[in-house]
């Protein structure tokens, strides 16, 4: 996979990792790829915060993966810096070649370079295929998740 490339998202990638997000059942609900205004602003909002790391997989010049890493401080666990993996997705002709492999891979050692101590993720209860893929990669389902729509 020498061919790939993961970098920071800019503006432009926006319209394809939207496509990407709304490319599932899930996602299909809650995204709307027709109206980029809420994507564009939530991006200028991630874009100038440090602590958030919005990035893309790209594969001859086009934008197969993404996934936000978050760095969060604390006080719990004697200080411990931890980050936190959400919306990973990868466009589906991608899927089952090594890139989320990859770009997970990639979310840890920048975890690792941001002096975390622990890295985290959620993933829906109905996406068995995901909780096996990352169980691949060393993660645990330890906790049980909760999230409350306001």
């Known amino acids: 996979m020498g061919d790939l490339d993961i970098r920071p998202a800019i503006a432009e ?7 990407m997000l709304a490319d599932d059942p899930l996602g299909a609900q809650r995204e709307s790829p027709d109206d980029l205004g809420p994507y564009l602003a939530a991006f ?4 100038t915060d440090p602590n958030q790391h919005l990035v893309v997989a790209v594969r001859e010049g ?26 990973v997705r990868i466009h589906g002709d991608q899927r089952g070649s090594g890139l989320g492999t990859r770009m ?10 941001q002096d975390c101590d622990l890295v985290q993720l959620t993933s829906d209860k109905t996406r068995t295929d995901a909780h096996r893929f990352y ?3 060393g ?4 906790h049980t998740g909760f999230k409350l729509p306001l």
């Open 13 to 19: 990638d926006i319209p394809a990792i939207v496509a």
């Open 62 to 87: 086009r934008v197969v993966g993404t996934l936000q890493l978050t760095i969060v401080p604390g006080l719990s666990r004697r200080g411990a810096t931890r980050s936190i993996i959400e919306g």
């Open 44 to 47: 200028e909002r991630l874009r």
């Open 139 to 142: 993660f645990t389902a330890s």
């Open 135 to 137: 169980e691949r990669l």
């Open 104 to 113: 997970i891979e990639w979310a840890i050692e920048e975890s690792r370079r």
